[in-house]
């Protein structure tokens, strides 16, 4: 199948999940096309059968807001021609599906009929789409999309409470590429670089953005550190992080965290980890969380949204209340203690992720992209 893919190509879950979706179909033999506005973070290689096009927003002084929508909208059009490609798979609904729809229509209009999936990834729903502002335009495009998947089921309740949605959601959870994660026991990691002997090693990936609620994640150290040695990795920016800093200075606890930044080495950090914190006021999935499973890394969660379906209660880790931070210390604690209960919460974390195996849930992109095709042959 030839295959356009738009997504946002910045760090983030959906993101991330697009580009691993669209390399793991070319290797499948698929042609790929993804079209954003700069290359995805985790499109390191141009493989074969990956094209990327780049969507140009020239600056115009008449605009005070660039219209991206219509840059994207007349970029597929145009390369659905050029590659005769024959689905659309959009990532994230704000404006990708609305722009999607556009180039479906202007396409109609040329006599050529393109089916359009749409995938739900969480706050397009449940922060931002939400919005008055943004609500009729995204209900819209939602209903007018040909198929619509959504990364867990309680991003499909939350779709369906919020919006007056007439099409049906389909379920297709998100993934990890097993083989690429370092479960491998085998490859060295260079642990002492970052810790003593003694010391647990507790890690937090995000985008410092507030739902993440990174005070929780300082406390929940804050709380850990007092009762074993331990070191937390900061790992992510966003508008949090400065708030975070000082957090730690009034703490004093600056010489146990060590804030990284945006990383492309996610799973050197992970396979350095014993612990993966993520107390999300909401998420509709934790990628996150299950990339640090997929390392063997326990998780000790907030129980909202998405999680409950990823981090398994007294398997993988432990889910808590949002905003339960005692909680979610003593539940840290349990873990790390003994090192023979952590070696337990190693091996379930990882035996959980393999139930997200890419080569469980890509055959249903597969299917789902087939029937699209089919509606209109
Ligand atoms: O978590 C974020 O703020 C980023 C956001 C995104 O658009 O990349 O993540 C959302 O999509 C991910 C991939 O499907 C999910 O794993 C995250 O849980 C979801 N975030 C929220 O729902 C807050």
Redesign the pocket.
Known sequence: MKIAIVCYPTF????V?ATELGLELARRGHEIHFITYSQPVRLALLSPNVYYHEVNVPEYPLFHYQPYELALSSKLVDMVKLYKIELLHVH?AIPHAYAGYMAKQMLKDEGINIPMVTTL???DI?LVGNHPFYKPAVTFSINKSDFVTS?SQSLKDDTLKLFNIKNEIEVIP?FIELDKNSNDLSIPCQRSVMAKENERIITHIS?F?K?KRIPDVIKIFYNIQKEIPAKLMMVGDGPEKEKAEYLCQELGIVDKVIFFGNSNEIDKILCLTDLFLLP?E??????AALEAMACRVPVISSNS?GLPEVNFEGVSGYLSDVGNIEEMAQNALKILKEDSTLQKFKENALSVAKQFDIKNILPLYEALYQKAINKYL
């Not at 983030?12 to 993101?15: H, I, K, Q």
């Not at 909401?282 to 990628?287: A, I, M, P, R, V």
């Open positions: 983030g879950g959906s993101g999940v994230y990834h969480g706050t449940t990364v998100n985008n953005r739902v999300s909401t998420e509709s999935f934790g990628l949204g």
